[in-house]
């Protein structure tokens, strides 16, 4: 295995002569002028010259330290491709601020960069390739990492894509079989992503404005890139991961700058906007899962609704069965509602025991039960209710599931079947 991939995507010969030209935009807030500056320097050393319009550079409004200020249009004027710098006076956001930045573009090719990147030999023409393959393919290079401590580089996987969990959180997960087979083994080519990270991307100008752009209700932070791959998906365009891209990013462990009325008002705000427009029915089930995201105000969404309506876009539903058939969202669920160790479970149509992507586990006749990652293999993870006796019948083991004796928090256990009150499980009559 390895990185023997890289190898292939070596080999690989591209008619750029007659790719379009890409304006790429980096929005920032307060970035350090060494991490902003590697990234330019990269797009600008290791990028067709032909194929690059313009560096569009974003400043949301950054009121620390005057580097980002005079001193960097100074800096940019010396360099070799045209580079803009555009100011908001007030605090957008990353969403608001790129479409600050698209609106100004000239290319016909847009790509988004986060400021604190570094492009790798040979990452631009890959993603350019797909796009002028087809239009409707929004693109992502691999993400590899740069050391927040010693800001050294590190290549990434080629074997994760993009998911979410019940939070709505953007997660990176191993790419299934299924998707290794539809590309007959050859990892130099293209995998499918259900979601992308949100930061690094490539989409034809166009196609950008015709699906929607970006959600303007959005604030500061959070939840766009899911809004875009659902929409992109449901709306009949496509998200790649080009394997033979590469671009590094910073992988920040505390978020650097201030979160205006407070980081969950922020993300509540633009995770309620996906799920009100998105999500069709399993909105109910977000939000039995999420109860207090439901405070926080989240605007006028009906542009949105229109917008999807406009676009003929298909049920959050059909994403789910045909794009990321792997996601830990139930498609069908029997119920949900029973909670220990303070979390919410599903009992699926897979017979598992669910929260979220971990799974009640058994792998011996005297437990302990745990909680293990899902596999949807059965296995170990299969339980039988049965509706008569509520009894929660672990397959393998023939055991019965007993709630906690102790204290509220603990993991229930396993027992004997004896239908006793402690193993009978009322489960909440929640459908789909
Ligand atoms: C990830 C994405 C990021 C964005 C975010 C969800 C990657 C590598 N990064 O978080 O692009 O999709 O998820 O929203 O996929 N910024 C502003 N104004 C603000 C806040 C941020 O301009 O009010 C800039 C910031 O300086 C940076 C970019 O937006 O250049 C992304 O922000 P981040 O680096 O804090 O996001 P990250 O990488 O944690
Ligand atoms: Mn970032």
């Known amino acids: 295995m390895g990185r023997s991939w890289l190898f292939q995507c070596k080999k690989k010969s591209y008619p750029v002569e007659s790719f379009p030209t890409t304006s790429i935009i980096i929005v920032f807030h307060n970035e350090a002028w060494s991490t902003l500056l590697r990234l330019v320097h990269s797009i600008i050393n290791r990028s067709p010259r032909h194929l690059l319009e313009e560096i569009i550079l974003v400043d949301d409004a950054s009121d620390k330290g005057d580097h980002l200020g005079r001193k960097l249009e100074n800096y940019v004027k010396k360099l ?28 016909k090719v847009l790509t988004f960069l986060d400021a604190h990147c570094e492009c790798t030999e040979g990452w631009l023409e890959p993603l350019l390739n797909e796009i002028y393959k ?18 050294e580089y590190i290549t990434g996987s080629d074997m994760t894509w993009g998911g979410f969990n019940w939070k709505l959180n953007f997660r990176w997960y191993p790419v299934p079989q299924r998707e290794l087979d539809r590309r007959g083994g050859d990892r130099s080519l293209p995998t499918r992503t259900p979601t992308m990270a949100g930061g690094l991307f490539a989409i034809d100008r166009d196609y950008f404005y015709e699906i929607g752009s970006y959600d303007e209700g959005m604030d500061i932070w959070g939840g766009e890139n899911l809004e875009m791959s659902y929409r992109v998906w449901m709306c009949g365009g496509q998200i790649f991961i080009v394997t033979c891209s590469r671009v590094g990013h910073v992988f920040r462990k ?24 998105w999500m069709d029915e399993y909105k109910d089930f977000f939000y039995k899962i999420n109860p207090g995201v439901k405070n926080t105000a989240y605007g006028d969404v009906s542009a949105r609704k229109n917008l999807r309506k ?57 437990g302990p039960v ?63």
């Open 80 to 107: 070799p491709v045209p580079i803009h710098i555009l100011r908001s006076n007030e605090r957008t956001g990353l969403i608001r601020a790129r479409l600050k930045g698209a609106a100004a573009s000239k290319g």
């Open 310 to 366: 406009k676009l003929e876009c298909k049920s959050f539903r059909w994403y789910l069965e045909n794009i990321y058939p792997e996601s830990q969202m139930p498609l069908d669920f029997y119920s949900l509602g029973e909670k220990f160790d303070f979390q919410v479970f599903s009992y699926t149509k897979k017979k598992a025991l669910q929260s979220d992507d971990l799974c009640l586990d058994i792998s011996s006749m005297n």
């Open 134 to 151: 087809d239009r409707t393919s929004v693109v992502c290079p691999i993400i590899d990492v740069i050391s927040d401590d010693t800001f």
């Open 254 to 277: 505390t978020s650097p700058y201030s979160w205006p009325g407070g980081v969950a008002r922020i993300i509540n705000h633009n995770t309620q906007r996906i799920v009100e427009v």
């Open 370 to 432: 745990k909680l293990f990652q899902c596999h949807g293999l059965s296995g170990n993870q299969k339980w039988e209710y049965n509706t008569e006796t509520y009894a929660l019948k672990h397959v393998n083991t023939d055991m019965c599931l007993q709630k906690p004796v102790g204290k509220e928090r603990d993991m229930p256990s396993i027992g004997y079947c004896t239908g006793e009150l402690s193993q009978q499980w009322i489960l909440g009559d929640m459908k789909l």
